[in-house]
């Protein structure tokens, strides 16, 4: 059975700058394929990942004014490796941070305009998300909730789970968090 390296991807890595003070990191995955690799072929090739405390981290926190502040010790969202993991978003008024109603449509359509604020600002859209989550106080909101879900994903929709929940923060009705390319 033949295996190949293409099939994964590795981050590109300036080990120019470097300067002799990076320590190189081999998972014994990484070296048995490696090895494998050298064994099979006469031209040996393989791939290598060297990690410095000096580069940028591999993680981005997102921040915008757009939407509502976390809570609590989180980031509104995360960059990381072409993706963008949106944190859970509850129906709150960026401005005033209170719940635009206690109604689960209103809260619905706030939620999906907050997190597009967040996805906008961690350069994605509605149309890269590709999973979310829905938490609900209530699962007998779900038909009204899909209503109002529908219109921010009209072409292909994200693929999703909804669960009913004992409680949400501030006593949400709903709580909605994604993941999207970028």
Not at 14 to 36: I, P
Not at 72 to 101: C, D, H, M, R, W
């Amino acid at each position: 059975m033949g295996f190949s390296l293409n099939s994964f991807r590795f981050p590109a890595i300036d080990v120019t700058s470097f300067n002799g003070n990076a320590a190189l990191v081999a998972g014994t995955g990484c070296a048995s394929l490696a090895f494998a690799n050298l064994r099979r072929s006469k031209s040996p090739s393989f791939a290598c990942l060297a990690i410095s405390s000096q580069h940028k981290s591999l993680k981005e926190a997102v921040r915008t004014d757009k939407a509502p502040a976390a809570l609590g010790p989180y980031s509104q969202a995360i960059k990381a490796n072409n993706l963008l993991f949106v944190s859970g978003v509850l129906g709150l008024i960026p401005e005033t941070g209170q719940f635009v109603s206690d109604c689960v449509e209103d809260q619905t359509d706030q939620i999906l305009r907050n997190m597009g604020e967040i996805l906008k600002a961690g350069g994605a859209s509605y149309s890269s998300v590709v999973k979310t989550t829905i938490l609900l106080a209530d699962l007998n909101d779900f038909k009204k909730v899909n209503e109002i879900y529908a219109k921010y994903f009209p072409g292909e929709a994200p693929a999703r789970a909804t669960y009913q929940v004992a409680a949400l923060p501030l006593n949400a009705k709903i709580e909605i968090e994604c993941i999207a390319a970028i």
